[in-house]
């Protein structure tokens, strides 16, 4: 039986970089502790604690985070189990190449559940080594807590802690300008930095703080804007599993998969962000911007709004995964030309990083180590929709005076999938080729009750279902009325779609 990743195991073997595996040093395994980090999930292990790693390896940080877990999940202990260490499998598909490597992680020095020993975790906030806060606590972690005691042991919600910490810090300290922190949420909402400082403010006004602390805070710290972009899933399989610790040869409770590509663009100086964060100069994949914004329209356009413009048609070709469209003759051109006709074209970016991002979408796609369910991606499917896609609709038609012919056949393909056939008790369920497949959308029921009123033999019903739906201002942010032949394009792909199936109809599209 394998032995557990552990110290011990590393230092007896005497593991070298060899190949793809590369294990920490002995050097590593004792750097101090220079960063707190709320949450140990995948994405943080995955994405900031691999670069944590590797700017150690190039010795200039030198530095470990001390994990604060939010909650009793058993992730605290199997850390400790493994003495911070956990590996990262790096698979995916770049520049024409698989590629895969194995990183023993040493990032992290310990972890500590926050309810267990919050005394304990406050007291890090007089270690003036410690300059440098991250967390991922999910979309939802970032939300004020009116009634939040910052007194108890420990506070509820994560701002909460944060601003508990601070205000130790800022007591320790003085309020000296140089103990002030930099933030950095991982938390995928726009403008996360701005939002957890506005909730830490508001709390120090609730619990009637001194103004000198909120002076502290406004002058002296730096909450970022950032914008994070890498898949990192969940636990592997226990397939994956077992055959990964068959290849390093030892057991590992926190294995972490992630794909090749990595994005981390901080909104902020660049050159007082990394004299104060070091590690963050140790990949290309870090960008520090004064604004992120070209950023984050493009992840939000090119890479989700392609796939969700692009996923309702792949099941309806019958495939299963992104990967599968990709070696799909038919919908892998779909998929690129929709990007490059359409999308690409509406954006007011600079054409050259729209063009150069979009290739590092296709290679991502093309990743054959990640296992993306196209029905996955259809969860909450209207409401992607309309953030992703529905602008681009608007700002194609404006700049070229036409609606986007491609763009249209996957909104066709989307409104096909969303058609309810039955209902049982509050799920709604879809057919095609004779299965059901489930409609996880908040709209589900509006379109049961707009299809049950449509004759798909019929052009003139299939018209107004098309027509009612664009009209919907309760789901559409955009007037999608004011865009020329948008519907009348998207009744007649549908039409198409129910007469000859998706597969024949697009392939008489693209080129």
């Known amino acids: 039986m394998s032995a557990q990743l552990s110290k011990a195991l590393i230092t007896t073997k005497q593991y070298k970089s060899q190949g793809n595996f590369f294990p920490p040093t ?11 980090q709320f949450g140990s999930g995948a994405l943080l292990r995955g994405f900031v604690d691999f670069f ?20 009793r999940s058993g992730r605290s202990n199997l850390l400790n189990d493994q003495d911070g260490l956990f590996t990262l499998c790096v698979e995916g598909f770049e520049k024409g190449e698989t590629k895969k490597e194995y990183i023993i992680t040493s990032a992290i020095s310990q972890a500590l559940p926050a309810a267990d020993h919050w005394p304990q975790i406050l ?19 970032i939300t004020l807590q009116e009634d939040d005691n910052l007194q108890a042991t420990p506070p509820a919600s994560f701002p909460g802690k944060l601003t508990a910490f601070l205000l130790a810090r800022y007591k320790a300290f003085g309020g000296a300008a140089e103990s002030g922190m930099v933030i950095l949420p991982t938390e995928l909402i726009l403008d996360n930095g701005s939002k957890l400082k506005d909730i830490v403010l508001k709390l120090a006004d609730i619990n009637q703080l001194e103004e000198g602390f ?10 970022c804007n950032t914008l994070v972009d890498r898949i990192v899933p969940g636990e592997p399989s226990q397939e994956k599993q077992a055959q990964i610790e068959q290849e390093v040869g030892y057991k590992d409770a926190l294995l972490t998969v992630s794909e090749v590509y990595r994005l981390f663009a901080i909104e902020g100086d660049r050159d007082t962000l990394l004299r104060k964060v070091p590690f963050l100069q140790a990949d290309e994949g870090i960008i520090i911007d004064k604004d992120i914004t070209p950023y984050r329209e493009r992840k939000l356009r090119i890479l989700n709004g392609g796939h969700t413009i692009s996923v309702a048609a792949g099941f309806l070709c019958g495939l299963e995964t992104v990967y599968d469209c990709m070696e799909d003759d038919v919908m892998s051109k779909f998929i690129k030309q929709v990007m490059y006709d359409n999308i690409i074209p509406s954006l007011d970016i600079d054409q050259q990083m729209a063009t ?23 969860l909450q499917y209207t409401s992607k929709m309309n953030m992703r896609n529905g602008l681009t609709f608007v700002r194609y038609y404006e700049k070229h005076g036409k609606v986007p012919e491609l763009m249209c056949a996957g909104f066709a393909a989307y409104l096909l999938f969303t058609k309810p056939v039955k209902k049982e008790a509050d799920q709604y369920f879809g057919e095609f080729q004779g299965k059901a497949y489930p409609i996880n959308d908040n709209q589900a029921a509006y379109f049961y009750q707009r299809w049950q009123e449509t004759d798909l033999q019929n052009p003139s019903s299939v018209n107004q279902l098309v027509e009612k739906v664009l009209a919907n201002t309760d789901v559409w942010e955009q007037d999608f009325r004011k865009l020329g032949d948008f519907s009348s394009q998207v009744a007649k792909l549908l039409l198409a779609y129910v007469q000859q199936g998706v597969r024949k109809t697009l392939a008489e599209i693209v080129k």
């Open 26 to 36: 002995p050097e590593h395994l004792d750097y101090p502790e220079k960063i707190i």
């Open 52 to 71: 944590i790693d590797k700017a150690n390896r190039q010795g200039m940080f030198k530095g470990k985070a001390v994990v604060v877990n939010n909650t």
């Open 123 to 141: 007291a890090y906030a007089e270690n003036k080594d410690i300059q440098v806060v991250v967390s991922n606590t999910t979309e939802i972690g």
């Open 214 to 223: 909120k002076s502290w805070i406004n002058e002296h710290n730096i909450f």
């Open 356 to 378: 150069e991002f979009a290739e590092d979408v296709l290679d991502r796609f093309r990743n054959p180590f990640l296992n993306h369910k196209l029905i996955s991606i259809t």
